[in-house]
């Protein structure tokens, strides 16, 4: 746990929340600034900055715990479908460093974007430089 983590002190219940979902890893509760009805923000129990330090049982129980709840979420809100993602590092806008998930439950009509427009520097590459980003990839996945 992290002292000054405003998401640890959810879990801690020093911090009220609505919680919608709780197991022995994984926090589920509304965001306090909501972007749609029922917006929930997924967490990891354990203290955790970044996806790629998660060990792989939180990994994995965070993922289960979101499978488990997302219908329900919509269900609740009456919305067809939803947007999750990650704030993975300040620059992609991260606010609190403690991993979440957010699920943003969307409707048609409600004027949202799309995942793929979080970056607006769009890359347009000849196959070349596609194989050469992707050997650059898979090498440094061999290497951990
Ligand atoms: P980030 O930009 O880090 O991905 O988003 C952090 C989210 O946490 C924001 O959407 C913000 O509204 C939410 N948030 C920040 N502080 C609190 C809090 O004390 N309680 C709840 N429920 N949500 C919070
Ligand atoms: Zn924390």
Known sequence: MAENCVFCAIVEGRIPS???YEDEKTLAFLDIHPSAL???LVIPKAHVARVEDLPE???RSLFAALRKIVGRIQEAVGAPAS???IN???ESGQEV????????PRNRGDSGGIIQGVSRSPQRLNDVEMARIANEIRERIKAV
């Open 18 to 20: 609505h919680m919608v």
């Open 38 to 40: 029922g917006h929930t």
């Open 57 to 59: 049982e939180d990994a």
């Open 83 to 85: 947007t999750i993602g």
């Open 88 to 90: 993975n590092g300040r």
């Open 97 to 104: 460093p403690h991993v979440h998930i957010h699920v943003i």
